[in-house]
């Protein structure tokens, strides 16, 4: 079974989980620009036919690219190694699988957002969120009495 959060503790998260959601969407935002760059040119030599490359700002480019990639990648993976998902990167949106009524929900966040407010199903993602109720707030214990 994954790891679960009661509401207290995914809250406590935020901060971080949102430090490391910034530096993943930054490094993204870099890697694809630079793509777009090295698309551009590949564009234009083929336009043309071929042209004089600078060939050590081409290389030095693509391993800009394959850097900021790499730290997108490592950054999500640090979020997903913490037990949360990243729904959508651009976008901001994290779940914290917790345990509600003895089975999996997900306590649902959206970067902008000052703390976690809703959850939803796991099937019905971020369209089917549902504002909390009391009983996010007792433990695990509590909830099944």
Same mark, same amino acid.
């Given at each position: 079974?994954?790891?679960? *959060?009661?509401? $207290?503790?995914? &809250?406590?998260?935020?901060?971080?989980?949102?430090?490391?959601?910034?530096?993943?969407?930054? #490094?993204?935002?870099?890697?694809?620009?630079?793509?777009?760059?090295? &698309? &551009?040119?590949?564009?234009?030599?083929?336009?043309?036919?071929?042209?004089?490359?600078?060939?050590? #700002?081409?290389?030095?480019?693509?391993?800009?690219?394959? =850097?900021?990639?790499? +730290?997108?990648?490592?950054?999500? $993976?640090?979020?997903? #190694?913490? %037990?949360? &998902?990243?729904?959508?990167?651009? +976008? %901001?949106?994290?779940? *914290?699988?917790?345990? =509600?009524? %003895? =089975?999996?929900?997900?306590?649902?966040?959206?970067?902008?957002?000052?703390?976690?407010?809703?959850?939803? +199903?796991?099937?019905?993602?971020?369209? %089917?969120?549902?504002?909390?109720?009391?009983? *996010?707030?007792?433990?695990?214990?509590?909830?099944?009495?």
């Amino acid at each position: 079974m994954s790891k679960t *959060f009661t509401l $207290g503790e995914a &809250q406590t998260m935020l901060r971080v989980l949102e430090a490391l959601l910034r530096k993943a969407q930054g #490094a993204g935002l870099r890697a694809g620009e630079l793509e777009m760059g090295m &698309q &551009q040119l590949s564009y234009r030599i083929h336009l043309s036919g071929g042209m004089n490359v600078n060939v050590t #700002a081409a290389a030095r480019r693509r391993a800009e690219r394959d =850097k900021a990639a790499q +730290e997108t990648a490592d950054t999500l $993976g640090e979020i997903e #190694a913490i %037990g949360v &998902q990243v729904q959508d990167l651009e +976008e %901001g949106l994290l779940d *914290f699988p917790c345990v =509600k009524d %003895g =089975k999996t929900v997900m306590l649902c966040w959206k970067l902008g957002e000052d703390s976690i407010t809703h959850w939803h +199903e796991p099937e019905d993602g971020f369209a %089917g969120r549902k504002p909390l109720d009391a009983g *996010f707030g007792k433990p695990e214990r509590e909830q099944l009495n």
